[in-house]
């Protein structure tokens, strides 16, 4: 492995070289990420596209749906022109949809030991899309538990992605997460004139390789998955 590959290795990229500049470079390895956002903003598409990226990097991953079925997320991924088939069917992605009725209010004997399994299963990326119904029926201390328990995951080599609603947390409980996370990613969808466009927020990456932009703009084109927008354009 040269200089340059064993580099693009140490990153959970998005596949998109403009965005990946846009975060940073990448979201370094041995991170605990959150991304949240209001409806139909863009996270569960950002989090595909992160799937993507570092599979092509060489990476495995398993990703936990609560909104998919395996042939959904696979459909649904390759309508954004990222087919992770071959993936999925060399075991380099797993997909573990997930029965919130039997996990809610367990996140600590229900979902931390799905996800510290994945360490003994040879994952590198462990993905929770998303982390919402399992956090509302929680008390503070659990999801606070929950994610110092996905941290010290982290050190332990595994890289993990939890997405969840903005709505899921009150404002005091953000800021505690916001601080104990390695990466914080907010979006929010704003009307510029007759449209709709979705905002992405870089509030934190730790480590990151470059100088991260503070809001990047962008949108959804099927077929052709996220396209960044330069913001300037996007207020025009």
């Known amino acids: 492995m040269d200089e340059h590959e064993e580099k693009i290795s140490r990153i959970i990229s998005t596949g998109n070289d403009e965005l990946d500049k846009k975060i940073g470079g990448g979201i370094p390895?041995?991170?605990?990420?959150?991304?949240?956002?209001?409806p139909d903003s863009g996270k569960s598409v950002l989090t595909q596209q992160?799937?993507?990226?570092?599979?092509?990097n060489g990476l495995n991953a398993m990703v936990f749906t609560t909104e998919n079925t395996m042939r959904s997320l696979?459909?649904?991924?390759?309508?954004?022109?990222?087919?992770?088939?071959?993936?999925?069917?060399?075991?380099?992605?797993?997909?573990?949809?997930?029965d919130v009725k039997k996990t809610r209010?367990?996140?600590?004997?229900?979902?931390?030991p799905l996800i510290r399994n994945c360490a003994d299963?040879?994952?590198?990326?462990?993905?929770?899309?998303?982390?919402?119904?399992?956090?509302?029926h929680a008390s503070i201390e659990e999801v606070l538990t929950f994610f110092e328990d996905c941290k010290v995951m982290c050190g332990q080599?595994?890289?993990?992605?939890?997405?969840?609603?903005?709505?899921?947390?009150?404002?005091?409980?953000m800021v505690r997460l916001g601080s104990m996370c390695d990466s914080h990613l907010r979006l929010r969808i704003e009307t510029m004139g007759s449209k709709m466009i979705k905002i992405l927020e870089v509030a934190k990456?730790?480590?990151?390789?470059?100088?991260?932009?503070?809001?990047?703009?962008?949108?959804?084109?099927?077929?052709?998955?996220?396209?960044?927008?330069?913001?300037?354009?996007?207020?025009?």
């Not at 299963?121 to 509302?136: H, N, Q, R």
């Not at 903005?166 to 005091?172: K, L, P, Q, R, V």
Request: a neutral charge; charged letters at 20%.
């Open 121 to 136: 299963k040879g994952v590198d990326l462990a993905v929770i899309d998303s982390i919402t119904y399992f956090v509302t």
């Open 50 to 56: 992160m799937v993507w990226g570092s599979l092509r």
């Open 29 to 38: 390895l041995r991170s605990l990420s959150l991304i949240e956002g209001q």
């Open 205 to 236: 990456v730790r480590g990151a390789e470059m100088h991260t932009g503070n809001i990047v703009s962008f949108d959804v084109e099927p077929g052709l998955g996220i396209k960044v927008i330069p913001y300037s354009k996007a207020r025009a």
């Open 105 to 112: 209010r367990h996140l600590d004997t229900g979902l931390v």
């Open 157 to 173: 080599g595994l890289s993990i992605l939890c997405i969840a609603h903005s709505y899921a947390f009150d404002e005091n409980v």
């Open 74 to 98: 696979v459909t649904q991924m390759q309508s954004l022109n990222l087919d992770v088939l071959d993936y999925l069917l060399l075991s380099k992605l797993r997909i573990y949809p997930l």
